[in-house]
């Protein structure tokens, strides 16, 4: 069920812990250069769900060049779950493009890592059990498409457990994230950015 938008008349239907999570991430705030929709959520993760896809694009560019992409689902089950060991979790992920000299840099999916775990101690997001993967993606183009150059993704895939219920800053934590993943500065102090992303 999803229900960040949802109609009040749906409100008693809803578990309080999700009707407060909504309110937070209602409450979040998030820089002007992301935007934030909700989505359908998938339906068979937990009784209670709910998305949202961000997109960061370059004001400067022609047509606004997109930067980086993500999805962020906060999933409740009131009955608990012994794999998230907790009533609330999160899945994220999210993409964006590099500079092809950093597409075999060991140390890129290493810095993306740390760059989501940094985000969500310096927004005081309590969490636990936390795992992701990150992977770069290379595409290259043959043919009539010979002429473009290749591209290299990194793609961060994460999910964690919140240890309340107030979203808040679990969707701040992330939405900075996504910024940072588009090369936007300037980054919060202490947090490690990914270098160079491409943004032409």
Known sequence: MTALGHHPAETPRLPG????????????????????????????????????AAE???????????????????LHDPAGS????????????????????????????AVAWTWLV???ENHHAGY??????????????FGGLAERPDT????????????GPDSTDHLEAWADMVCAFAGLPPVPEGVTPLPRIRRN
Do not use: C
């Open 56 to 74: 960061v694009r370059d004001p400067t560019s022609a047509g606004g060049q997109e930067l980086a992409t993500g999805r962020f689902i906060l």
């Open 82 to 109: 012994p794999v998230w060991k907790g009533t609330f979790r999160v899945v994220t992920y999210i993409r964006a493009s590099l500079e092809s000299d950093l597409g075999n840099d060991p140390m890129v999916g």
């Open 17 to 52: 812990e999700f009707r407060e999570a909504l309110a937070g991430l209602r409450r979040a705030r998030h820089r002007q250069e992301i935007t934030l929709d909700e989505i359908p959520a998938p339906a068979r993760l937990a009784p209670f769900a709910v998305a949202l």
């Open 128 to 141: 636990a059990e936390a795992g992701g993967t990150a992977t770069r993606v290379l595409s290259e183009s």
């Open 118 to 120: 940094e985000a969500l």
């Open 152 to 163: 290299i993704d990194i793609e961060l895939r994460a999910s964690w457990t919140p240890t």
